[in-house]
């Protein structure tokens, strides 16, 4: 059988550690939950009978624990936006909520970073919110963590703090859709495979960084994530 030659380099697995191994989680797609806690909605004046919505980040999107990222470019309003990030580790298709914790094989603290002005912009003309979501180093995300090694997690605090300010404090059940519904939703939409990765929402306290802040993201049992804001991109 003759061998392929590629024309350009294939680009590397982008992947994330997994506590207490050496193994890692290969990352395939990043889908997102945007407006699923309700005083999110309130402080951004959504409307809260609205039910939250989707979105993707490319996989390349995401940066390690530790790591610097550049000030986002063709922005003046870069916000953080700390998340629970859960893991996919089986596939499927229509997966009932009942079974959905059955395909998780952990979980992560992670952050979604937002060019908010330019998402504001194309929010006010109902256009997609690619260039303010999915740009590069956009997804910050932390160690995963094996769902059978933390258990229960439906309470757990969250939180973000940025120069050691609290910023953002809140609890996971505080989602509008909890994680089974949500898993749930999304593979009406797409068959979702192993190293799926999906950011659930973030409480209230959105706000921006400037180069020099360092952020900490945490939840109860999944660790923390630090990340500071480097010079503009």
């Known amino acids: 059988m003759p061998t392929h030659e590629f024309v350009v380099v294939p680009p ?3 992947s994330l550690p997994v506590s207490g191994t050496n193994a890692r989680f290969p990352v395939r797609r990043i889908f997102c939950v945007g407006r699923n806690y309700l005083d999110h909605i309130l402080e951004l004046g959504n409307d809260a009978k609205e039910p939250p919505i989707f979105f993707t980040k490319p996989a390349d999107a995401i940066v390690q624990d530790g ?4 000030y986002a ?15 996919i580790g089986s596939s499927g298709h229509n997966i009932a909520e009942a079974d959905a914790l059955n395909h998780i094989y952990g979980y992560a603290v992670a952050l979604d970073m937002t060019r908010r002005d330019l998402q504001r912009a194309l929010s006010s003309k109902g256009s997609p919110w690619d260039v303010a979501k999915g740009f590069d180093e956009s997804c910050p995300c932390g160690t ?15 939180k973000l703090t940025v120069n050691g300010e609290v910023k953002q404090q809140s609890t996971l059940d505080h989602m509008i859709w909890n994680v089974p519904q949500i898993i749930a939703e999304l593979s009406r939409l797409f068959v979702l495979q192993p190293g799926d990765l999906v950011l659930t929402g973030t409480p209230a306290g959105v706000g921006p960084v400037v180069p020099g802040d360092v952020m900490v993201g945490s939840i109860d049992k ?12």
């Open 12 to 14: 590397t697995t982008v």
């Open 67 to 70: 790591a610097t990222i550049a």
């Open 73 to 87: 470019s063709v922005t003046e309003n870069f916000h953080y936006e700390v998340e629970l990030a859960v893991a």
């Open 144 to 158: 995963i963590y094996p769902a059978t090694s933390v258990g229960k997690i439906d309470d757990a605090g969250i």
């Open 222 to 233: 999944l660790g923390s994530l630090t990340i500071t804001v480097g010079k503009r991109g």
